[in-house]
């Protein structure tokens, strides 16, 4: 198609993460489908032998790609699977019976992953997810579409994405579009945090992979077929855009009001990788690790001795300064295969975060050890994830004080560090006092969507699922109970890293923020333009609706 000929048109979507990506548009086809027409037996065999060569050399350029050790690690158990003679022996068998390369390969791979489906084993149960991966990798190249070979500069376009996709893709100069999701999903929390420009509620039914667009995650708008001078004018800003970043990395020492009063700017991480290239010295700290990231995008969970050296390495990283890992919040839109549960009605409301984690023990007292091994270390905080009720946080520090003991009884360094607690469930914030906690962090995230009543998944309700003045009163109760109990407070969500909201949470009471590495610089500049507490009128409005 002759796309000069074209006028450039705009798609309206909504940001989750800022900047900019230029390039051509790839889509990626969630559910290939098997619609080859059997030829010859040769000519079939040669196309799945062609196909999973593609795949296996896709595999490898990714793995050769990724800085991330987990993703790395599920590239190559897929391509070892890819070289399992048992695993495809079968699918050619069925060619030489008459089927399509297509159907072959799913009928081959399909009863594979019912197995690991079905195993007792989760850590086997966990395979399956990879499997799917690698299927439906195989029906892409087999259906001619190179999906997962995305150009530098590309701009992926998709239905939905799970985490472990992203985090298996090499994002360098790539942007991404979805058509599902929202500003608020785990997957938009990643690409702010490793700076991809990301849109979310796009209609992408006429988006031709091949088509030259921009991606202004900054305007929350593609641009599709742009015209040269709107080309010049987004090279312009790319350009503008890199020397500002270099101006605000030049931007360092402590963070102040206009008033001089000191402010604690932290990070949110999700693994190392985050880390590489950022000076401890530039923040206050990490705030928030993620540490259900470290669990995805993996063949097996992770060991208590991998968990150690990585918590030790992100304490070592931070130089003495505090670094609050968060204990396994997944569920809800982070599902890990084998561990939590597959079609709860209201994933949100159900087995997610603490419930999930003391309901699976065995998994739950792997990550408590490593936790109090890597407390010898450095200045860590441990953090629970969705407490709704005291006895959660209770059993809690019970379980971890038992993991020290036990530690202790092998001969193991260990020690009980401050435990904390995410305040991201109404009922939490609204009875704070009852908490024994050393320590709060609110969680706006989910906090918003269950005050709102507004999924933060649902781009409809995007407008609603914003910080309401009901949110920012449950934000007051936290921070003066915290002033009274002198404790720490502190707010991690990510309303943290929107500019706009920073003066509203400082006249909250907030004094700790923890946001994405990217969201640093322009957080610091409105902290340093914070004067007092005259943005409390405005914050009293809820943005978009009444
Ligand atoms: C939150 O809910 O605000 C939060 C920080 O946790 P997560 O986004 O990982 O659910
Ligand atoms: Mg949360």
């Known amino acids: 198609m002759d796309h000069s000929t074209r006028a450039s048109h705009r798609i309206q979507g909504r940001s989750a993460a800022p900047g900019i990506a230029l390039g051509p548009l790839v889509r990626l086809a969630t559910a290939p489908t098997q619609a080859r027409q059997s030829r010859s037996v040769a000519a079939e065999r040669d196309a799945l032998d062609h196909a999973l060569e593609m795949s296996k050399r896709d595999l490898a350029a990714l793995a050769d790609k990724v800085e991330d050790d987990d993703a790395e690690a599920v590239l190559s158990f897929q391509i070892a699977l890819l070289e399992d003679e048992n695993l495809v022996a079968p699918a050619y068998a069925l060619i030489v019976a008459g089927e399509a390369a297509d159907r072959a390969w799913a009928k081959a791979i399909d009863p594979e992953i019912a197995n690991y489906d079905q195993a007792d084993d989760p850590y086997f149960r966990g395979r399956a997810s990879d499997l799917r991966d690698l299927r439906d990798r195989v029906l892409r190249r087999l259906a001619g579409e190179a999906d997962q070979a995305v150009p530098p500069g590309a701009i992926v376009a998709a239905d939905d994405m799970p985490p472990s996709v992203f985090l298996s893709t090499d994002w360098c100069d790539r942007g991404l579009v979805l058509r599902r999701g929202s500003p608020s999903s785990h997957v938009a929390i990643l690409a702010r945090s490793r700076g991809v420009?990301?849109?979310?509620?796009?209609?992408?039914?006429?988006?031709?992979?091949?088509?030259?667009?921009?991606?202004?995650?900054?305007?929350?708008?593609?641009?599709?077929?742009?015209?040269?001078?709107?080309?010049?004018?987004?090279?312009?800003?790319?350009?503008?855009?890199?020397?500002?970043?270099?101006?605000a990395s030049a931007f360092t020492g402590p963070v102040l009001t206009a008033s001089g009063e000191r402010v604690q700017l932290m990070i949110n991480v999700t693994g190392l990788a985050e880390l590489r290239g950022l000076d401890p010295a530039d923040v206050d700290g990490i705030g928030l690790m993620r540490t259900e990231f470290l669990f995805q995008a993996r063949a097996t969970l992770p060991t208590e001795q991998e968990?150690?050296?990585?918590?030790?390495?992100?304490?070592e990283w931070a130089k003495g300064k505090p670094v609050t890992i968060r204990t396994l919040d997944a569920g809800g839109d982070k599902p890990i295969p084998g561990l939590t549960r597959d079609g709860e009605l209201n994933p949100f409301l159900g087995v997610r975060g603490v419930r999930l984690s003391l309901r699976h023990l065995d998994v739950f007292r792997l990550q408590l050890r490593a936790l109090a091994r890597a407390a010898v270390v450095g200045n860590l905080k441990v953090m629970i994830p969705m407490v709704t009720v005291p006895g959660e946080l209770d059993r809690c520090r019970a379980l971890l004080q038992d993991a020290v003991a036990e530690l202790t009884r092998e001969g193991l360094n260990a020690v009980m560090p401050p435990l904390g607690m995410m305040v991201e469930v109404p009922a939490a914030a609204l009875m704070i006092e009852d908490f024994d906690a050393d320590f709060f962090s609110i969680g706006s995230n989910d906090l918003v969507q269950y005050v709102m009543?507004?999924?933060?998944?649902?781009?409809?309700?995007?407008?609603?699922a914003r910080p309401s003045r009901a949110v920012f009163n449950l934000i007051r109760r936290v921070t003066d109970h915290a002033a009274r109990a002198g404790r720490d407070a502190s707010l991690c969500g990510d309303l943290a890293g929107e500019p706009a909201q920073v003066a509203p949470l400082l006249d909250h009471g907030l004094r700790i923020l923890s946001v994405a590495p990217g969201a640093l610089a322009p957080v610091r500049a409105a902290i340093a333009n914070y004067s007092g507490k005259d943005s409390e009128k405005t914050s009293a409005k809820p943005s978009g609706t009444t």
């Not at 849109?199 to 006429?206: E, K, N, P, R, S």
């Not at 995650?217 to 641009?223: E, H, T």
């Not at 998944?457 to 407008?463: L, R, S, T, Y």
């Open 307 to 315: 968990q150690y050296q990585i918590y030790k390495q992100m304490l």
């Open 197 to 247: 420009p990301m849109l979310v509620g796009l209609d992408i039914d006429d988006l031709e992979s091949g088509t030259d667009a921009i991606l202004d995650g900054d305007a929350g708008m593609l641009i599709v077929d742009p015209d040269s001078s709107l080309r010049a004018d987004y090279d312009r800003r790319l350009a503008a855009q890199a020397e500002l970043r270099r101006a």
């Open 453 to 464: 009543a507004a999924s933060r998944d649902e781009p409809e309700f995007a407008d609603l």
